[in-house]
Each structure stands twice: as structure tokens, then as C-alpha cells.
């Protein structure tokens, strides 16, 4: 018979060879790459030793990669804000009782359960010019012509809207799970004090919601930093650099153009400021959290 | 009091039927185009349904009886169903020793498995398509191109929300019952089978199901670590990007058909799906 401790390890040992070997390996791998300067498809091919921190020095000065970063860092944080505010908005009004709400709640999950880049071609097929109703619409109705395959604003916008359609539902139903698990007691005892109704949203709801709210914005906001699938479908990261979020040109970098040595180095910081900002964000909320205990 | 409530019931379902409008068009509007032949999209949108008897079924069979998409649509079941089977297992077994046994640092791992499905694929596409090509070599076979690499691939993204999702249940199996069972002699394999996977086939169940979905829904890593023989449907479904003349009507069959599972599971996951998201930190 096996010690007790060797039973667990070996019931957690596929789980840990498997993280490790498809996990763990792969990042350590382009740590090391990324000391290179390698290109298959160079004069030289050969892996390189540049020295640590060589790649790292030049992509400071990519004006490409840079702008990439701003933009993901943009986009998560605008369609947190819309997402977040809209959902909240949803998941307070699915509280009260109205008809057909079970089917309307039904209906808003469908897209969760959609595939990115299914839901990039059901965005292009209703958009793109000289298909889709959308962009007829707002010309026969608006004056508006939507071309997203031109307008750079348009196709950043274009793609926001999208992820507002496809994850304002996450958003809706995790709040209202939140929601639906709240004391009452708090409730009856700022009715008897004649609290008004923001007063009770902005100083029971709020601060009671704060732990759920933390794993929305943790989890809308690495979920957009690694966005990548719907824009491929939508836009394929243009009009000239206007979509091209870090995903996407971290692909066209080390696929297109081979760039093995820089790509690692640019995955690493992108890996890098996606764990700063959950750290920042997740400290200042977890902070906050704690002053209004 | 009361006209101001039934009030506030009519433009809540009049805002939810606003959004529900919102949500389904664009999908009404794919289904439209599978139906339909280039000349009759050609033009104004015509947003009228389709007759069944007046439906391009050219669309469909195209690229699934003609084409190569009922190879990747074969690919896609393998490699969903295998990888929902595999993360299942290793998931149930990595939970129980999580739970019944004090292993030294298993909080530390816990914790590691939710990083690797946070992490952005994007960054160990490069690795992940050196390694499978070159390095993981087993005599001349790699695992680049091929079903076993994706199915274990996506044990990364998928161990950890299924470990999540089941530790809560198999926490709340009270350990009283393990015991009874070992000190009549029953061994780990028994107490799996009459115990534990009788207990928690609610749990299994949701977390097999998502695993099949996020393992069906994925594309950037199947797109880069896949070029023949492996390819899933997603990935076909991106190479209607880069052809001219995008062929509207069959892209969006194939979207219409990737898209099924994913209406199916919607009944069937429909009230675990925010636990599923959200790593069990919040209950649906």
C-alpha cells in the first residue's frame, strides 16, 4: 500500500506533467529565444547570441509594437467600461419580475456560448460593404457610410461594438449571480433609515458586490488583452495598423516575417504587462475592498 | 404606486425585447446568407426569410459532401470530444488528491493552473510551434499537424477551470464517506466508481460539456500549430478570409455549422455557464 502522500502525488502527477511539458516548458523556451537573433529565413538562419536584453532595447523603439500595446491596453479598457456599466444596468433589471424574462435571459447567453471567430464572421457578414444590412441601413437612413475596410476609427469602433455584443452577457450574468446571493438584511435596515434608492446602490450594493465585481474586471480584462480571433476574422488588423492589437501582430511578426528572436522578446512583455495590470488593478480594488469593510 | 410599477414592467420588456432584437439579427442575418445564392445576395440586404423550398443547399453540401470541411468538422469532433474525456479524468483525479489530502504546496499549484489559463495564447504561439515541430520529436513524428497535440494542448486552458469548477463539489463530499469505504477495504479505483463519480455526475457533467466547447470554439493555436491533416473547423473557417471573392453564402454554412454545438450545450449548460466562466468564484 502507498503512503498517503504518494497516492495524491500520483493522482495530480498527469495534471503537472502535462502544465508542465504544454505550460511551463513553452515559456521558458521563448525566454531563452527571446536572447536571440534568429530568422529561418535570413542570410544566416542560425540562432544568434545577442546578448540578454538586445531584443528587449529594440522593441522599446518599435513604434509598431508600442502603438500595438496602447491599443489593446485602450480597447480593454473601454469596452470594460461599456460592458461593465450596460451589464450592471441588465443584471439589476433582470432583479425585478417582467414578462418573458427567463426567454430574454436565454436569448442574451447565446453569445457566450459562440465561437470568437464565429462570431467575427457573423460581425462581417452583417457589416462588410456590399452584404450586409447594417451598413445600407445607415446610408438609406442616416446619411452614414460605414466602411470599416477604409476608416481606421470606424474599424476600432467596429470591433468594440462587437465585443460589446459578444460579452456584455458574461458581464450581466455574473453580476446578477452576485446580486442574487446578497443579504437582505442591509436592504430592510436603509429602508427603515429612509435611504433613498442611489443612496442604498452607491453604499450597500456597491460595496457588497466588490468581490464579485474584482473577478469581472479580472476576467474581461485578460480576456480582451489577448483578443486576437474576431479581429483576424473582421479586419485582419487593418486598415493599415488600425486593429492590429498585440495578438495579432506578435502572429504577423514571428509568421509572416520570421522574426523568431523578437517575437519571443515581444511575447514576453506582452505577457508581462498583461500581469501588471491585473497586479496593479487587482491590488488598488483589493485595497479599496478592505477600506469600506 | 402600481401605474408606476407596471410602467417600469413595460420598458423593462420593452428594453430586453430592444436587446434581444440586437442580439439575434446579426445571427438571423447568417442564416439568411447560408440560404442564399451570390446573385440573390448581390444588392440591397433583403432581410425577408428564406422559403424552405427556395434554400441554396449548394451552400452546405459544397464544402461539407464536395469539400475538404467534413474532414475538419471529423478533426473538431475528435479533438473536442478526446480532449473533453482526458481533462475530465485528470481533472477529477488531480481535484481529489487537491481535496482529501494535505499535500505540502498544493495551494501553490492550485494556484499555477489558474495562470495558464490566463496567460494570452498569443504569446506561446512561437514556443508552442518551435516545440511541437522540432523539439517534442518522437523518431520522425512530431506532434505539429496532428490531433494528440491540440487534445493535449488544450488541457492547458482546460485543467484549470475544470479543476476549479470541481474542487467546490468534491470538497463538499463529506470525507466521512471516503473513510467508511477504506476501512471496509475498498481501494481508490472502487471509491472513484461508487462514490465520487456517482456524487458529483452533475459536476462532471458541466465541466465535460464546457471543456467541449472551449476545445470546439478555439482557432488561434489550431490555426498556427495545424496545416493539413489536423485542421479544425474554426481554422476553416478563417480561410475564407484570405481567398478573393469571398464566397459569402458557404462562409457563412460553415459558420451556421460550427456554430450548433454551441446552441445545443446553450440548454444544457445554460445555468452553470457564469460558474464555468468565472472559475467557480461566483455561482450561477
Not at chain 1, 502527477?13 to 513553452?26: E, F
Not at chain 1, 476609427?153 to 458581464?171: E, K, L, N, R, S
Not at chain 2, 430592444?18 to 438571423?28: A, G, K, N, Q, V
Amino acid at each position: 500500500m502507498l503512503s498517503k502522500n504518494k497516492t495524491g502525488w500520483l493522482l495530480l502527477s498527469p495534471t503537472i506533467i502535462i502544465l508542465v511539458l504544454v505550460g511551463l516548458v513553452p515559456f521558458f523556451y521563448v525566454l531563452y529565444v527571446g536572447f536571440f537573433k534568429w530568422n529561418p529565413l535570413a542570410v544566416d538562419p542560425s540562432m544568434q547570441f545577442e546578448g540578454f536584453g538586445f531584443n528587449y532595447r529594440r522593441l522599446i523603439f518599435d513604434q509598431v509594437f508600442l502603438e500595438s500595446i496602447w491599443r489593446s491596453i485602450k480597447f480593454a479598457f473601454v469596452t470594460l467600461f461599456f460592458e461593465l456599466t450596460l451589464g450592471f444596468l441588465l443584471a439589476l433589471s433582470l432583479l425585478s419580475s417582467f414578462p418573458l424574462k427567463s426567454f430574454f435571459r436565454g436569448v442574451h447567453t447565446l453569445p457566450l456560448v459562440i465561437a470568437p471567430i464565429v462570431v467575427g464572421s457573423i460581425f462581417k457578414l452583417f457589416t462588410v460593404q456590399g452584404l450586409g444590412p447594417l451598413p445600407h441601413i445607415l446610408k438609406d437612413y442616416f446619411g452614414y457610410t460605414l466602411n470599416y475596410g477604409l476608416n481606421a476609427d470606424q474599424a476600432f469602433w467596429m470591433i468594440v461594438i462587437m465585443d460589446i455584443w459578444h460579452w456584455t452577457p458574461f458581464v450581466t450574468l455574473t453580476l446578477l449571480a452576485g446580486l442574487s446571493a446578497l443579504p437582505q438584511d442591509p436592504y430592510e435596515s436603509a429602508k427603515i433609515d429612509g435611504a433613498n434608492n442611489f443612496q442604498i446602490f452607491f453604499y450597500i450594493t456597491i460595496p457588497m458586490m466588490i468581490p464579485v465585481l474584482i473577478v469581472v474586471i479580472f476576467i474581461r480584462l485578460m480576456d480582451s488583452l489577448k483578443i486576437v480571433d474576431e479581429i483576424w476574422m473582421l479586419t485582419g488588423g487593418g486598415p493599415g495598423y488600425a486593429t492590429r492589437f498585440t495578438g495579432i501582430h506578435i502572429w504577423k511578426e514571428v509568421f509572416e516575417k520570421r522574426f523568431y528572436g523578437l517575437g519571443s522578446a515581444m511575447s514576453i512583455l506582452y505577457l508581462y504587462i498583461t500581469i501588471v495590470i491585473c497586479w496593479i488593478l487587482y491590488s488598488v480594488m483589493a485595497s479599496r475592498g478592505k477600506d469600506e469593510d | 404606486m402600481k401605474i408606476k410599477k407596471t410602467l417600469g414592467k413595460i420598458s423593462t420588456t420593452i428594453l430586453w425585447s430592444l436587446l434581444t432584437i440586437i442580439t439575434l439579427l446579426p445571427i438571423y442575418w447568417m442564416v439568411l446568407v447560408s440560404t442564399r445564392t451570390p446573385v440573390e445576395l448581390f444588392g440591397k440586404p433583403d432581410l425577408s426569410p428564406t422559403f424552405l423550398e427556395k434554400v441554396h443547399w449548394k451552400n452546405f453540401t459544397k464544402p461539407f459532401i464536395d469539400g475538404i470541411y467534413s474532414d475538419y468538422l471529423m478533426n473538431s469532433i475528435i479533438v473536442a470530444t478526446s480532449n473533453a474525456a482526458l481533462v475530465t479524468i485528470m481533472a477529477l483525479m488531480a481535484t481529489y488528491a487537491l481535496s482529501r489530502f494535505k499535500l505540502p504546496g498544493s495551494e501553490s499549484i492550485f494556484f499555477w493552473t489558474m495562470t495558464n489559463r490566463m496567460a494570452p495564447p498569443a504569446a506561446f504561439l512561437l514556443p508552442l510551434f518551435l516545440l511541437f515541430s522540432t523539439v517534442f520529436k518522437f523518431g520522425d513524428a512530431t506532434l505539429f499537424d496532428t490531433k494528440i497535440g491540440l487534445i493535449l494542448l488544450y488541457c492547458v486552458f482546460n485543467l484549470p477551470f475544470a479543476i476549479w469548477l470541481l474542487k467546490g463539489i468534491i470538497d463538499g463530499i463529506p470525507r466521512e464517506l471516503d473513510e467508511a469505504m477504506i476501512v471496509d477495504g475498498a481501494n481508490l479505483f472502487t471509491i472513484f466508481r461508487k462514490l465520487i463519480i456517482p456524487l458529483a455526475a452533475p459536476g462532471i457533467a458541466v465541466t465535460s460539456l464546457l471543456s467541449f466547447l472551449f476545445a470546439w470554439n478555439e482557432y488561434l493555436l489550431a490555426s498556427t500549430l495545424t496545416s493539413v491533416y489536423a485542421r479544425t473547423i474554426p481554422t476553416g473557417l478563417s480561410e475564407f478570409v484570405t481567398t478573393t471573392g469571398t464566397n459569402w453564402g458557404t462562409m457563412a454554412a460553415v459558420a451556421l455549422v460550427s456554430m450548433l454545438p454551441a446552441l445545443l450545450f446553450l440548454f444544457l449548460v445554460q445555468r452553470h455557464i457564469v460558474a464555468g466562466l468565472t472559475f467557480g468564484a461566483v455561482k450561477g
